[in-house]
């Protein structure tokens, strides 16, 4: 008898990718997907997938580990704790971020996220470099040879007393960005707006949690949209825009890309799935609803969802950024601060597919293969990461295999980050990933965690194709039609 093809099978299961949903074997051998079909050789282990889905492993694009905010916070979980968490929600792939602040030199700060995450890390990752101070340097010497090292995502805020990139700055990482072929993240609100109104509405002792949301006036959204993409169509480079959470906002990213700019949108589940309403809690309760920009109304939920069916949004990322409810954290200010004092950020790394799967999936809102590619397939591509986001023959077995009939109520307790709670507690869900696979490699099956510290590798790559310049300059930027300037 010849000896087994495959080194595991998984057998019997329906598969689904982002365009097609069928009946299927997955055969893996050492790392990798080498076969799908029906009736495959027996493996040298199996999976029985018999009545579950087997989907690919969750791609979270944007979460925020073992960070240090500007205001000199850290947050809760360590890069083992979070991507622990993330496996058991399905998730086997993570971007985060190596945040400079200002005064930090950015290639130590990349130098010291990536010896932190090689340590810790049970999931593969990647870096988004958040950059806040924009010397000459940065421009000129740094963002080129992080690019070509292969760190080519590069994110930025337009708000932030401490964060924030003034417009001429912003053009300077955008042109850079362009010139390494980096594809550049924005965190957008105007600055002025927030500040004034967080301003009047502190002066008048409106200080609980609940007046978060009122801070961040819709059109503070809205109008940084329209002016990072004018910036965006101005340099010919593309832009991802972060935490969409507005129907205005949603509206603009439509006009733009129907007119041909090149630009990306995400959002997340606690815009999909929570209200400013939630913040309305007794004392300083509240706070564990805050994030930046703030959860909106139904009627925003309505329109994002209707974003991310037409394609205006092409992705749903956690934005994980966990606080404690705590003096080291959300209350670090004291028992009773008012908004502005309050650490903005929630986790959810592990709910985020388990949510997403309820209501996409088992509630029936836009299906199994929209859920892959929202999910898994589009971060992967958009981001570049090799052979992640897909369930095809030659990528990385990153596989969870779901239970589309279980049934969990979400609970703080059952939480695997460090954080201490959810802000998705009491809901129940549909749909659960009871095996997830890492490479191949089992890491969640039954409950237990079999993955450990620093298996996760760090996933280089180039900017890709959503990276690259469209070739529609602006009349400006045209030496055909600005006098023959070279201005990039």
């Known amino acids: 008898m010849s000896d087994p093809v495959y080194d595991l099978v998984i057998r019997g299961g329906t598969v689904a990718t982002s365009s097609d949903v069928f009946a299927a074997d997955v055969g893996i051998a050492g790392e990798t997907i080498v076969a799908l079909g029906s009736g495959l050789a027996a493996g040298k282990a199996e999976i029985d997938a018999r009545g579950k889905f087997v989907l690919p492993g969750g791609v979270d694009a944007h979460a925020h580990i073992e960070q240090l905010s500007a205001a000199g916070i850290m947050n809760a979980d360590t890069f083992e704790s979070a991507t622990k968490s993330a496996a058991f929600g ?35 990752y990647a870096f988004h470099i958040i950059v806040a101070d924009v ?13 070509a090292e292969g760190f ?9 007393d401490r964060l924030r990139v003034e417009d001429e700055k912003l053009l300077d990482i955008l042109a850079a960005a362009r010139a390494a072929g980096a594809l550049v993240c924005v965190h957008a609100e105007n600055h002025g707006v927030i500040s004034w109104m967080v301003k009047r509405l502190l002066d008048k002792g409106y200080t609980a949690p609940k007046y978060h949301p009122v801070s961040h006036a819709r ?9 990072l993409i004018a910036f965006s169509e101005l340099l010919d480079q593309p832009v991802m825009i972060f935490h969409v959470s507005t129907r205005e906002g949603a509206a603009v990213i439509r006009e733009a890309r129907g007119r041909g700019v090149k630009v990306f949108a995400e959002t997340c589940p606690q815009y999909l799935f929570l209200t400013a309403e939630d913040l309305d809690k007794p004392g300083v309760e509240g706070a564990k609803w805050m994030c930046s920009p703030p959860a909106r109304t139904h009627d925003d939920q309505e329109a994002l969802w209707r974003a991310l069916e037409l394609g205006d949004l092409q992705l749903i990322s956690s934005d994980h950024a966990p606080y404690r409810f705590d003096d080291t954290g959300k209350l670090r200010a004291g028992p009773n601060p008012n908004f502005k004092q309050i650490a903005n950020g929630m986790p ?8 997403l799967f309820d209501a996409m999936v088992s509630k029936g809102r836009l299906g199994l293969a929209k859920f892959v590619e929202l999910t898994s397939t589009a971060p992967a591509q958009i981001y570049n990461l090799p052979k992640k986001g897909s369930i095809a023959i030659g990528n990385d077995a990153d596989i969870a295999v779901w239970d589309s009939k279980r049934k969990v109520t979400l609970t703080d307790a059952m939480m695997h980050d460090l954080a201490g709670f959810t802000p998705f507690a009491g809901r129940e869900v549909t749909g659960w990933p009871e095996t997830v696979l890492l490479r191949g490699r089992v890491l969640v099956e039954g409950g237990a965690f079999h993955g450990k510290p620093g298996e996760g590798r760090l996933m280089l790559r180039e900017g890709g194709k959503a990276a690259a310049p469209s070739g529609r300059l602006a009349a400006e930027m045209d030496p055909a039609r600005n006098f023959g300037a070279k201005l990039l």
């Open 135 to 147: 010397t000459e340097k940065v421009i000129a010497e740094d963002i080129p040879a992080l690019v």
């Open 219 to 227: 059109l503070s959204e809205s109008e940084a949209f329209t002016r």
């Open 90 to 124: 399905g998730t086997t792939s993570v971007i985060s971020f190596a945040a400079q602040h200002v005064g930090m030199d950015v290639r130590e700060v990349v130098t010291d996220y990536t010896a932190l995450a090689k340590r810790g890390a049970m999931i593969d």
């Open 152 to 160: 080519s995502s590069i994110k930025i805020f337009m708000t932030y």
């Open 348 to 355: 959810g790394l592990e709910v985020r597919l388990p949510l």
